[in-house]
C-alpha cells in the first residue's frame, strides 16, 4: 500500500525558505497517471491545495503562492519536494504531501501532515 | 476561484443516525467533487470521487450526490469511526478549492 512520508525543518525563521521532502513507498513515483502535490491547512482554517508536480517535473502552481514556491521530484530517490521561499507567520501550518489523480485533480492518497511553525 | 462552502460546521449526532453534509460551489464545477474525512493526527482519506464514486474500502454506508453547485455527503448510520471532520474539494477548475469542512460529533 502506498504511504507517504514527509520530512524536513518543523521551525523556519521569517523570510526564510520552508523546505519539505515526500518520501514515496508501496508505489511509484513515477507513475503515468498520478501527480504528486501539497495540500496545508493553517492553524484553524480550511484546506489549501499548494502546487503538483508530475513524474517529468512539470509543475502546477495555485496562483496565490506561485510567486514563492518551487516544487519538483527526484525519481531515482522516490520523492517529491516543496520549497516556499519568503515565508511569513502566515505560512504556519500543517503541510500534507498527497498523491492526485493525473488529468482530475483528487487526491486519492495522503500523508499524515506536519506542522511547520514559522517564528524566530 | 471557485469558493467552496460547506455546512453546517459541526452536526452533532448520536450513533446509529443518520447523518447528511452539504457542500456549496460558488459556481458549478459539474460532477467534479470528492469528499474527504480528516481525523487530527492522521492522513486525510478519500471518500468518494465523482461526486458518487466511492473510493476502495469505503463503507456502503457514506454515499454522495448533487451536481452543478449543490453536493451532498450522506452517512447512513453513524459509527464511532466515523467522528471526524468532513472536506468536499471541487476539481473542475484550476486551482483546485476546497470547502471549510464539517465537523461530526457525538451527541
Same mark, same amino acid.
Given at each position: 500500500?502506498?504511504?507517504?512520508?514527509?520530512?524536513?525543518? *518543523?521551525?523556519?525563521?521569517?523570510?526564510?525558505?520552508?523546505?519539505?521532502?515526500? @518520501?514515496? @513507498?508501496?508505489?511509484?513515483?513515477? !507513475?503515468?497517471?498520478?501527480?504528486?502535490?501539497?495540500? *496545508?491547512?493553517?492553524?484553524?482554517?480550511?484546506?489549501?491545495?499548494?502546487?503538483?508536480?508530475?513524474? @517529468?517535473?512539470?509543475?502546477?502552481?495555485?496562483?496565490?503562492?506561485?510567486?514563492?514556491? $518551487?516544487?519538483?521530484?527526484?525519481?531515482?530517490?522516490?520523492?517529491?519536494?516543496?520549497?516556499?521561499? !519568503?515565508?511569513?507567520?502566515?505560512? $504556519?501550518?500543517?503541510?500534507?504531501?498527497?498523491?492526485?489523480?493525473?488529468? $482530475?485533480?483528487?487526491?486519492?492518497?495522503?500523508?499524515?501532515?506536519?506542522?511547520?511553525?514559522?517564528?524566530? | 476561484?471557485?469558493?467552496?462552502? /460547506?455546512?453546517?460546521?459541526?452536526?452533532?449526532?448520536?450513533? %446509529?443516525?443518520?447523518?447528511?453534509?452539504?457542500?456549496?460551489?460558488? =459556481?458549478?464545477?459539474?460532477?467534479?467533487?470528492?469528499?474527504? =474525512?480528516?481525523?487530527?493526527? /492522521?492522513?486525510?482519506?478519500?471518500?468518494?470521487?465523482? +461526486?458518487?464514486?466511492?473510493? +476502495?474500502?469505503?463503507?456502503?454506508?457514506?454515499?454522495?450526490?448533487?451536481?452543478?453547485?449543490?453536493?451532498?455527503?450522506?452517512?447512513?448510520?453513524? =459509527?464511532?469511526?466515523?467522528?471526524?471532520?468532513?472536506?468536499? /474539494?471541487?476539481?473542475?477548475?484550476?486551482?483546485? +478549492?476546497?470547502?471549510? %469542512?464539517?465537523?461530526?460529533?457525538?451527541?
Amino acid at each position: 500500500q502506498l504511504q507517504l512520508q514527509d520530512s524536513g525543518p *518543523r521551525l523556519v525563521r521569517p523570510s526564510e525558505t520552508l523546505s519539505l521532502t515526500c @518520501s514515496v @513507498s508501496g508505489g511509484s513515483v513515477s !507513475s503515468r497517471t498520478h501527480y504528486w502535490g501539497w495540500v *496545508r491547512q493553517p492553524p484553524g482554517k480550511g484546506l489549501e491545495w499548494i502546487g503538483s508536480v508530475y513524474y @517529468s517535473g512539470s509543475t502546477n502552481y495555485n496562483p496565490s503562492l506561485k510567486r514563492r514556491v $518551487t516544487m519538483s521530484v527526484d525519481t531515482s530517490k522516490s520523492h517529491f519536494s516543496l520549497m516556499l521561499g !519568503s515565508v511569513t507567520a502566515e505560512d $504556519t501550518a500543517v503541510y500534507f504531501c498527497a498523491r492526485l489523480r493525473y488529468i $482530475t485533480g483528487y487526491f486519492d492518497q495522503w500523508g499524515q501532515g506536519t506542522l511547520v511553525t514559522v517564528s524566530s | 476561484e471557485v469558493v467552496m462552502t /460547506q455546512s453546517p460546521a459541526t452536526l452533532s449526532v448520536s450513533p %446509529g443516525e443518520r447523518a447528511t453534509l452539504s457542500c456549496r460551489a460558488s =459556481q458549478s464545477v459539474s460532477s467534479n467533487l470528492a469528499w474527504y =474525512q480528516y481525523r487530527p493526527g /492522521q492522513a486525510p482519506r478519500l471518500l468518494i470521487s465523482d +461526486t458518487s464514486a466511492r473510493a +476502495t474500502g469505503v463503507p456502503a454506508r457514506f454515499s454522495g450526490s448533487g451536481s452543478g453547485t449543490e453536493f451532498t455527503l450522506t452517512i447512513s448510520s453513524l =459509527q464511532s469511526e466515523d467522528f471526524a471532520v468532513y472536506y468536499c /474539494q471541487q476539481y473542475n477548475n484550476w486551482p483546485v +478549492t476546497f470547502g471549510g %469542512g464539517t465537523k461530526v460529533e457525538i451527541k
